[in-house]
């Protein structure tokens, strides 16, 4: 298929093979269970903010995923299913919500984005502070 497969620069694999790509192995993280998630998050500390909010997540690979959950922060402690109207609803999608919860991007960037709404802008900075992570997890295992 290729006029010439071979990997430009490089030598021989010994004893006589060619090299023709190079590839890489990461992580990616995803939550599978997003109120489970949430309850295994109750005991941290989100950020000493107060609102309710309703946090819709969709998830078009697992469509038993999405979620509309209402949540309660209250001097940073969370609350599941609480009553009474939310002051703001955030959207977005799993992916998104999963690097938001791993800390691998603030919900400011998300909103910056597009990828991520926030229904009343005056709570895009509460919001930011509760979902900052502080130190983000760290992989030390070799592939």
């Known amino acids: 298929m290729l ?7 490089q030598g021989l694999i010994p004893p006589a093979y060619h090299p023709i790509n190079r590839q890489g192995v990461g992580l990616m993280v995803r939550v599978t269970d997003v109120r489970r998630a949430l309850e295994c998050l109750r005991e941290r500390d989100w950020g000493g903010q ?34 009474g109207e939310p002051q703001v609803e955030l959207c977005l999608d799993v992916g998104e919500f999963s690097a938001l919860l791993y800390g691998a991007v603030p919900l400011r960037r998300l909103v910056g984005y597009g990828l991520a709404q926030v229904s009343d802008p005056a709570y895009v900075d509460v919001l930011d502070r509760a979902f900052a992570v502080r130190d983000a997890p760290v992989c030390l295992t070799r592939f």
């Open 50 to 83: 107060t609102c309710r909010l309703s946090l819709r997540v969709t998830d078009s690979f697992l469509p038993a995923n999405a979620a509309c959950i209402y949540l309660g922060l209250e001097e940073g402690h969370l609350r599941l299913d609480v009553t």
């Open 3 to 9: 006029a010439d497969p071979r990997w430009p620069g």
